[in-house]
């Protein structure tokens, strides 16, 4: 039996190795140590921050953030409802109320409904703690159109940044938008550390405090000394030396990916219906990192439906995945107030994401590609 295709499958080589066993010999095996701190600064470096803060998950920085900008009950965040549980949890642990925001046509938060959701909520008298946009699937959100529209409105912005790590958007890399930003090295995620995170800003004070509280909020004295709530969100040591490796490999990993997305783009290029998120009426996806591709299955033209193709690529080895159900068809926040224009449903709904994980092979591209065809009748 052939070897089953992975959506998005941690790529580790000897360079990852050579950097874990050089943190495992060096004795830095507890939490932190100098591995971190290199961790920390590369990657401060790589997306164009003063400063980072490398904690267990994305999600912690995202709780960090937030923490910061005063989200609490009584206030709003308003975010994408095309996201990852975990933008609305982080959202949810610090008692705030989350508002969601519908879809442009490349799945990022509609730039215009947001600013307007945003100015409605403030119409109301409502206090929002933040905006906090994602870049999904690899791909930044029109920072262009967003301008400094919140600014002049006064709403930090959080960047959940989460699955773009090597994306730029007019030649500032993700990461790099806003007030905070945070990163996810969760295992499916375009570089890993097996699970970790990162919180990046400008702000050197927002990343002091953010690592106090992340050290269970210990105060500077000679016995355990605690004036308020803390957590335990730091990276360890041996975690950070894979992501040293990871982030040396990320720029041939991102091109790997891209050339992925290209084979998908010429395999499936002449299927009616057939579209590539990202590329769809001529977008270009030249800046993202490529981490997942997604394809459409327009219903007028298809008759094969997203779960049908999944169910049949599954039943040969290959693993593909709806898009993220949106946050305000979830049961969980079924009663939470929402901005829909109907996008994000419409993307759930005919969105199938394929294999895109840097270490496939031509030849399993190309199998999924055969695959596809045949499960869409056109062979
Ligand atoms: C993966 C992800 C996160 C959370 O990251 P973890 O490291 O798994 O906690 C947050 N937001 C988005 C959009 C993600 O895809």
Redesign the pocket.
């Known amino acids: 039996m052939t070897d089953r295709i992975h959506l998005s499958k941690a790529h580790v080589t000897d360079v990852e190795e050579k950097y874990v066993l050089e943190a495992l010999r060096s004795g830095w095996v507890a939490p932190l140590g100098p591995m971190v701190d290199r961790f920390e600064r590369e990657v401060a470096d790589r997306c164009g921050v003063r400063g980072a803060l490398a904690l267990s ?3 912690a920085a ?1 709780h960090l953030a937030l923490l910061d900008v005063g989200a609490a009950p009584g206030t709003a965040v308003v975010l994408p409802t095309m ?2 549980a ?2 609305a949890n982080a959202v949810a642990y610090t008692g705030a109320e989350p508002i969601f925001v519908d879809s442009d046509i490349d799945g990022n938060v509609d730039i215009d409904l947001l600013v307007e959701t945003v100015g409605a909520l403030l119409a109301e008298g409502r206090t929002i703690a933040a905006v906090m946009t ?1 870049d999904l699937f690899g791909r930044c959100c029109d920072y262009t159109a967003l301008g400094d529209r919140l600014e002049v409105l006064e709403v930090p912005l959080i960047e ?1 940044a ?2 773009a790590l090597g994306a730029t958007h007019g030649d500032r890399p993700a990461g790099s938008f806003g007030r905070a930003a ?1 990163l ?3 295992g499916n ?1 375009i570089m890993t550390t097996s ?3 990162m919180l990046l800003s400008d702000d050197v004070n927002l990343l002091e405090r953010a690592r106090y509280l992340s050290t269970q909020a210990r105060q500077p004295a000679a016995w355990y000394e605690h004036t308020e709530v803390g957590y335990n969100y730091r990276l360890s040591n041996v975690l950070a030396a894979l992501g040293v490796g990871q982030l040396e490999r990320l720029a041939s990993m991102i091109a790997r990916r891209r050339e992925i997305r290209n084979r998908y783009a010429a395999g499936l290029a002449d299927l009616p219906g057939v579209t590539l998120l990202g590329r769809t009426d001529g977008l270009d996806d030249s800046e993202d990192n490529h981490w997942l591709t997604c394809i459409t299955l327009d219903p007028a033209q298809v008759s094969t439906d997203p779960t049908t193709l999944m169910g049949g690529l599954d039943s040969v080895g290959i693993e593909a995945r709806h898009l993220w159900k949106p946050m305000h068809l979830q049961p969980v926040h079924a009663s939470r107030r929402a901005a829909v224009n109907g996008v994000s449903e419409r993307l759930f709904a005919t969105g199938v994401t394929l294999p895109s994980g840097s270490e496939l092979a031509d030849e399993q591209i190309d199998r999924v590609i055969v695959e596809i065809r045949l499960l869409l009748g056109a062979a």
Do not use: Q, R
Request: aromatic share 10%; net charge negative.
């Open positions: 998950s994305g999600t995202l996201t990852f975990a933008s994602v959940d989460a699955e945070a996810s090295f969760n995620k699970g970790g995170g």
